[in-house]
T-cell receptor, first 111, second 111 residues
Framework: EDQVTQSPEALRLQEGESSSLNCSYT??????LFWYRQDPGKGPEFLFT???AGEEKEKERLKATLTKKESFLHITAPKPEDSATYLC????????????FGKGTHLIIQP | KAGVTQTPRYLIKTRGQQVTLSCSPI?????VSWYQQTPGQGLQFLFE???????NKGNFPGRFSGRQFSNSRSEMNVSTLELGDSALYLC??????????FGQGTRLTVV
């Protein structure tokens, strides 16, 4: 069974204080690993797709990396508007079960 | 470019009733997936439709069903509603079943 575990569950940072969110996964043949951002009362917003170990992608203050067992979402010099829940999801090679999501990391950036 | 549109945004139903939710995908996207999001279980995959055919199905009872029309619009139906069906129901569309873009969701409350 595919599993995704995200840590920490919650993280409070000061504005400008860089940190990383972790996503550990077990999947039978990774087809893709996805990062989403979700604001309260809204649907998840797509951020990144990573397909193979060693791959990295960046967008503004966010950088996602992937190894064979985990992915990290690095947040550099965050701003209050980066406050949200960050979700990690995987899709297995067969794609038979849709996306398997972790429970998310609730990130709060204090001014 | 218009995003994924879900209607209605909010619903209140009584136990035992049935409900139909609607999803219009991004233009050109042929894959539509449905997810249930609750505080306890997080995001869970319900099913995926591609070109009017159910391609994948998650581990939910038969009370949850769906369909997709020739214009790729999709509907999800839940019959004999239970209190535990209260959740945010999210629709996601993708071109090829990989990178999925979510709508804002339908908040269903069963009383």
């Amino acid at each position: 069974e595919d599993q995704v575990t995200q840590s920490p569950e919650a993280l409070r940072l000061q504005e400008g204080e860089s940190s990383s969110l972790n996503c550990s996964y077990t999947v039978s043949g990774l087809r893709g690993l996805f990062w989403y951002r979700q604001d309260p009362g809204k649907g998840p917003e797509f951020l990144f797709t990573l397909y193979s170990a060693g791959e990295e992608k960046e967008k503004e203050r966010l950088k996602a990396t992937l190894t064979k067992k985990e992915s990290f979402l690095h947040i550099t010099a965050p701003k209050p508007e980066d406050s949200a829940t960050y979700l990690c999801a995987v899709q297995a090679g067969g794609g038979a079960d849709g996306l398997t999501f972790g429970k998310g990391t609730h990130l709060i950036i204090q001014p | 470019k218009a995003g994924v549109t879900q209607t209605p945004r909010y619903l209140i139903k009584t136990r035992g009733q049935q409900v139909t939710l609607s999803c219009s995908p991004i233009s050109g996207h042929r894959s539509v997936s449905w997810y249930q999001q609750t505080p306890g279980q997080g995001l869970q995959f319900l099913f995926e439709y591609f070109s009017e055919t159910q391609r994948n199905k998650g581990n939910f009872p038969g009370r949850f069903s769906g369909r997709q029309f020739s214009n790729s619009r999709s509907e999800m139906n839940v019959s004999t509603l239970e209190l535990g069906d209260s959740a945010l129901y999210l629709c996601a569309s993708s071109r090829d079943g990989l990178e999925a873009f979510f709508g804002q969701g339908t908040r269903l409350t069963v009383v």
